[in-house]
T-cell receptor, first 118, second 113 residues
Framework: GAVVSQHPSWVICKSGTSVKIECRSL??????MFWYRQFPKQSLMLMAT?????????EQGVEKDKFLINHASLTLSTLTVTSAHPEDSSFYIC??????????????FGPGTRLLVL | GENVEQHPSTLSVQEGDSAVIKCTYS??????FPWYKQELGKRPQLIID?????GEKKDQRIAVTLNKTAKHFSLHITETQPEDSAVYFC????????????FGRGTSLIVHP
């Protein structure tokens, strides 16, 4: 149980294009989803937290107009990198959590999406 | 906000030895501490977690200890095996912060056969 899928697994695009990444919880309802960015040999950098039906909460320094997050249902969240540039190239990982209170605190991660902007 | 320090950044052990990874946190209100294992090119996976109302938790070869007074927690792996080789991340979170975890920088564990 607790499987999170992410699509696509990798994408190469030209500078200036937009890329959409999907994150789905396959066997549970995710009240909260998280989007992370991970650079090689570095830790997970939280970009934003989204709750179903609400606007995402972005971390300091993350441009909300650059990284559009939508959490339209309890099983799907999307991250759109708008007008991507080479510096946006990175490994993007989503995670999903079933609960919001003191129960079901575990996060389950997707397999990640490797983005390369040329 | 919360700050989590993790040491060492790299740990090399022989198969069968024990490995210990230590983390400290700054927010005394933190009360949930998960540990994740990330193998090369794969997703992080939760391997064990502990809440602030207990001092130790064990699951087969893996154990986590928590010292709330000193604000540090540790991951202990006994009888290490080559497949334990991975990057391990600790994290801390608090109910006041909606349990959004702050991650440590990770420890690359290498187990030599």
């Amino acid at each position: 149980g607790a499987v999170v899928s992410q699509h696509p697994s990798w994408v190469i695009c030209k500078s200036g294009t937009s890329v959409k990444i999907e994150c789905r919880s396959l066997d549970f309802q995710a009240t909260t989803m998280f989007w992370y960015r991970q650079f090689p040999k570095q830790s997970l950098m939280l970009m934003a937290t989204s709750n179903e039906g609400s606007k995402a909460t972005y971390e300091q320094g993350v441009e909300k107009d650059k990284f559009l997050i939508n959490h339209a249902s309890l099983t799907l969240s999307t991250l759109t990198v708008t007008s991507a540039h080479p510096e946006d190239s990175s490994f993007y990982i989503c995670s999903a959590r079933e609960g919001a209170g003191t129960f079901a605190l575990s996060q389950y991660f997707g397999p990640g999406t490797r983005l390369l902007v040329l | 906000g919360e700050n989590v320090e993790q040491h060492p950044s790299t740990l090399s052990v022989q198969e069968g030895d024990s490995a210990v990874i230590k983390c400290t946190y700054s927010d005394s209100a933190s009360n949930y501490f998960p540990w994740y294992k990330q193998e090369l090119g794969k997703r992080p996976q939760l391997i064990i977690d502990i809440r602030s109302n207990v001092g130790e938790k064990k699951d087969q070869r893996i154990a986590v200890t928590l010292n709330k007074t000193a604000k540090h927690f540790s991951l202990h792996i006994t009888e290490t095996q080559p497949e334990d080789s991975a990057v391990y991340f600790c994290a801390a979170s608090t109910s006041g912060g909606s349990y959004i975890p702050t991650f440590g920088r990770g420890t690359s564990l290498i187990v030599h056969p």
